[in-house]
């Protein structure tokens, strides 16, 4: 396995178009193991080059939904009754700790998305 570290930001394009040539690699072959060392390196990367501002709740939940083709009918087991979840969607009602950890655990969004202060709302 020939992998550098990425330190310019020909080494991060390189690095990316080696992730796409990997992308359906099985896990657990040397492939699968290269993969996962070149997601870890260009994440890093990322994080110092290209810091992102974390979604607001809402956003993060829709930008889920869109991804996962969910509707408001599969977010009820986290949230709610339908009317709680188009609250929250509306930006109506904050999310409770419990839905917080029920999105997290069922749908994979990052906690930290999921407490950050909605844009515009102050506490």
Avoid: C
């Avoid at 991804?67 to 709680?84: F, H, Y």
């Amino acid at each position: 396995m020939d992998i550098k570290p990425i330190k310019t930001d020909a080494d991060y394009r390189l690095a990316l178009k080696e992730i796409e040539t990997l992308m359906l690699a099985k896990a657990d072959s040397p492939e699968g193991e290269k993969l996962d060392v070149l997601v870890t390196l260009v994440e890093a990367y990322e994080q110092k080059h290209y810091p992102l501002d974390l979604p607001d709740p809402v956003a993060a939940i829709k930008f889920e939904m869109e991804q996962k083709g969910l509707t408001v009918k599969d977010l009820e087991p986290m949230i709610g009754k339908s009317n709680r979840v188009y609250e929250i969607l509306n930006h109506k009602r904050s999310l409770t700790l419990k839905m917080i950890w029920r999105l997290h655990d069922q749908l994979g969004i990052p906690a930290e998305s999921l407490i950050k202060q909605p844009s515009g709302h102050h506490a």
